[in-house]
């Protein structure tokens, strides 16, 4: 076998602890699929996550801890606010996850060393680990939706254990295939790539991600001005929140049916008992139709609360929007998915005011719905971090 020189690898792959090669013991493990060994990693994961405090911060905290330690401190309060985090998740009590939203931001900062000094406090406050992409999310969610609400008790984790990973795959999990190797030796090198990649820290991903694609840097202003032209035009086609949200909803789920059909064709294949069966285009398409108009309904008839929060705080907030003549802004995109996955899996949310009333008022008061406590203003997240640490037990 030809040797690949180290010289010849990534700069990043170079970077990687050496340690986390466990190529050798999965080779000697041959009987455990990559499949069940990732989702055991996870769902480990998710155990250690679950046992601490989980504390969100949008990209405006992020800025506010980088400038405390620049020693620039914005705000006094914002110099405690870093180092009760920073105490708090070197004792291991809590943790601020990382999320492609938060790489996605600090890629965006085109100066080298306030992009790094960012990336570091992230790896440092996140302890490395991120919330799934938004694509493993959404079909996590959905299967769990479709698995609990059957009429027969089924053991299954709860969606909040599952909804983690590590920093080195916030964009997805990807394995080597169709390698030269034969069947177990490639099943042994993708599960050593998972463990390779749970080295990766975030000043390095964000260094070999830079500069990253345009089009993942900035939502375009016109994108808003369409949001807003769209809401005149049909700003007289509800008559209350209720009616606006199902048809938020409806975008929605229309949004997702990529989602939707891979869910439904996880189903096809599982209830054939086969993986990889190729299933018919028009039994897919049916089968999401179908599923799309089966939650549709139970949002309708009230049957839905907590489940599916990916689809009910977007479609809430867009709704909560159009119902209050709100116009959305400039990087409103972004603050509104920070919120799709701080409000479900995290006990505190750090954000904008504007956004934080959004959520609290009434008709979303999506805070109580989710327990996750919305913070803003420096003396309120200051007091939300206390609080919550100081509650005995993690939810």
Same mark, same amino acid.
């Given at each position: 076998?030809?040797?690949?020189?180290?010289?010849?690898? =990534?700069? %990043?792959? !170079?970077?990687?602890?050496?340690?986390?090669?466990?190529?050798?013991?999965?080779?000697?493990?041959?009987?455990?699929?990559?499949?069940?060994?990732?989702?055991?990693?996870?769902?480990?994961?998710?155990? !250690?996550?679950?046992?601490?405090?989980? #504390?969100?911060?949008?990209?405006?905290? %992020?800025?506010?801890?980088?400038?405390?330690?620049?020693?620039? =401190?914005?705000?006094?309060?914002?110099?405690?606010?870093?180092?009760?985090?920073?105490?708090?998740?070197?004792?291991?009590?809590?943790?601020?996850?990382?999320?492609?939203? #938060?790489?996605?931001?600090?890629?965006?900062?085109?100066?080298?060393?306030?992009?790094?000094?960012?990336?570091?406090?992230?790896?440092?406050?996140?302890?490395?680990?991120?919330?799934?992409?938004?694509?493993?999310?959404?079909?996590?969610? #959905?299967?769990?939706?479709?698995?609990?609400?059957?009429? %027969? =008790?089924?053991?299954? /984790?709860?969606?909040?254990?599952?909804?983690?990973?590590?920093?080195?795959?916030?964009?997805?999990?990807?394995?080597?295939?169709?390698?030269?190797?034969?069947?177990?030796?490639?099943?042994?090198?993708?599960?050593?790539?998972?463990?390779?990649?749970?080295?990766?820290?975030?000043?390095?991903?964000?260094?070999?991600?830079?500069? =990253?694609?345009?089009?993942?840097?900035?939502?375009?202003?016109?994108?808003?001005?369409?949001?807003?032209?769209?809401?005149?035009?049909?700003?007289?086609?509800? &008559? &209350?929140?209720?009616?606006?949200?199902?048809?938020?909803?409806?975008?929605?789920?229309?949004?997702?049916?990529?989602?939707?059909?891979?869910? !439904?064709? /996880?189903?096809?294949?599982?209830?054939?008992?086969?993986?990889?069966?190729?299933?018919?285009?028009?039994?897919?398409?049916?089968?999401?139709?179908?599923?799309?108009?089966?939650?549709?309904?139970?949002?309708?008839?009230?049957?839905?609360?907590?489940?599916?929060?990916?689809?009910?705080? #977007?479609?809430?907030?867009?709704?909560?929007?159009?119902?209050?003549?709100?116009?959305?802004?400039?990087?409103?995109?972004?603050?509104?998915?920070?919120?799709?996955?701080?409000?479900?899996?995290?006990?505190?949310?750090?954000?904008?005011?504007?956004?934080?009333?959004?959520?609290?008022?009434?008709? *979303?008061?999506?805070?109580? *719905?989710?327990?996750?406590?919305?913070? %803003?203003?420096?003396?309120?997240?200051?007091?939300?971090?206390?609080?919550?640490?100081?509650?005995?037990?993690?939810?």
């Amino acid at each position: 076998m030809t040797e690949v020189p180290i010289s010849a690898c =990534p700069e %990043w792959l !170079q970077a990687l602890d050496p340690k986390f090669d466990t190529l050798s013991f999965h080779l000697q493990h041959p009987e455990i699929s990559p499949d069940e060994y990732i989702r055991s990693q996870h769902i480990a994961l998710g155990g !250690q996550v679950l046992a601490k405090r989980r #504390i969100y911060l949008d990209q405006k905290y %992020w800025i506010y801890c980088r400038d405390v330690v620049r020693g620039r =401190p914005r705000n006094p309060l914002h110099t405690e606010i870093y180092e009760v985090l920073r105490h708090a998740v070197k004792s291991g009590r809590a943790l601020c996850p990382a999320s492609h939203l #938060i790489l996605e931001e600090t890629l965006k900062q085109e100066d080298p060393e306030s992009r790094h000094l960012t990336a570091t406090i992230v790896q440092e406050l996140s302890a490395g680990v991120a919330l799934q992409p938004f694509p493993v999310l959404f079909q996590a969610e #959905i299967l769990h939706f479709l698995t609990t609400t059957r009429p %027969w =008790p089924v053991d299954v /984790y709860p969606c909040e254990q599952m909804a983690w990973t590590y920093i080195g795959n916030v964009f997805g999990h990807m394995s080597p295939v169709s390698t030269a190797f034969d069947a177990d030796t490639e099943k042994a090198i993708q599960k050593a790539w998972f463990d390779l990649m749970t080295a990766m820290q975030f000043p390095l991903l964000a260094k070999s991600m830079f500069p =990253p694609p345009s089009d993942i840097l900035r939502t375009p202003l016109e994108f808003y001005d369409k949001q807003n032209e769209q809401c005149r035009m049909h700003e007289n086609d509800f &008559s &209350s929140f209720p009616e606006v949200f199902l048809i938020e909803l409806a975008g929605g789920l229309d949004v997702h049916k990529n989602e939707l059909g891979a869910v !439904q064709l /996880y189903l096809d294949q599982k209830h054939v008992g086969q993986d990889g069966v190729v299933v018919p285009t028009d039994n897919i398409a049916e089968g999401t139709r179908m599923l799309s108009n089966l939650i549709y309904h139970a949002f309708r008839l009230g049957k839905i609360e907590r489940q599916l929060p990916g689809l009910r705080i #977007i479609a809430g907030i867009h709704a909560a929007m159009r119902y209050k003549r709100q116009k959305h802004r400039r990087g409103d995109r972004h603050d509104h998915l920070h919120a799709r996955v701080a409000l479900p899996y995290c006990d505190l949310f750090l954000t904008e005011k504007s956004l934080g009333h959004l959520l609290c008022d009434k008709p *979303l008061e999506y805070d109580r *719905l989710y327990g996750c406590r919305v913070a %803003w203003g420096p003396e309120d997240a200051l007091h939300a971090i206390d609080a919550l640490l100081n509650q005995t037990t993690a939810c």
